[in-house]
């Protein structure tokens, strides 16, 4: 039997061939012909079971056969906002494996002590996009480009805030504790610092603007492991 093949095709019931990105994949790598059965995936919470009417070189046309409306595997909405490293190898490799384990919405941001002034977010989507395909999450992360602190601070958002930091000096909760005792459809926003922590007065700043301070445990942990460790809190109270 062969495994099922994915491909992530935006507005698909609409549509009747794949992108130019998914053909190229079916066409040159998996080499799909008329009559081969195929999945897509539109991001926004449905499968599509279709089948190849037709190739060409660069083209890959399909008719979809069934539709299957996926539920999501956890509740509420989990938007990480985070400094990006200077190694973005780091950063691509945590926007991967959040993706895997499962969240909605992800932030770049700009802070005094970042060592990245400027972040390629199309890179950072076709990672999404190919770790979405390979744990066959439904819906796609949104991917927001790199945005001031204060501008993201200063922007209104639903839910809980909260802002991690290593500052002994300013109280914080314990993340994990704390989204235990919301509700399991609440809208939660958790802020990652970059290698350098934010400075001080940038946690201040946040806390004026409602984000609650909050510690990730007792170890100090490089921004990408923080940003995972953050939604897989996130995940396992809101399932």
Known sequence: MKEARYFYVPLAAELTELPVDEAAHALRVLRLSSGDEMFLMDGAGTFYRAIVTMTSSKHCLYEITERMPQQKGWNGHIHLAI????????????????????????????????????????????????????????????VHPLTDFRLFVETPRKGHKYIAHCYDEITKKDLFEDLKTLPVDEEITVMVGPEGDF???????????????????SARLRTETAGLSAVMMAQLVKR
Do not use: N
Not at 94 to 101: I, L, R
Not at 107 to 120: I, V
Not at 199 to 217: F, K, P, T
């Open 199 to 217: 400075s001080i007065d940038e946690v201040r700043l946040a806390m004026e603007h409602g984000y609650e301070s909050v510690s990730l445990g």
């Open 83 to 142: 400094a990006p490293t200077k190694m973005m190898e780091r950063m691509e490799w945590m926007a991967e494996k959040a993706t895997e384990v499962g969240f909605d919405e992800i932030s770049f941001l700009k802070c005094k002590f970042s060592e990245r002034k400027t972040l390629r977010e199309d890179r950072i989507e076709k990672i999404v996009v190919s770790a979405v395909k390979q744990s066959r999450k439904a819906w796609m992360p949104l």
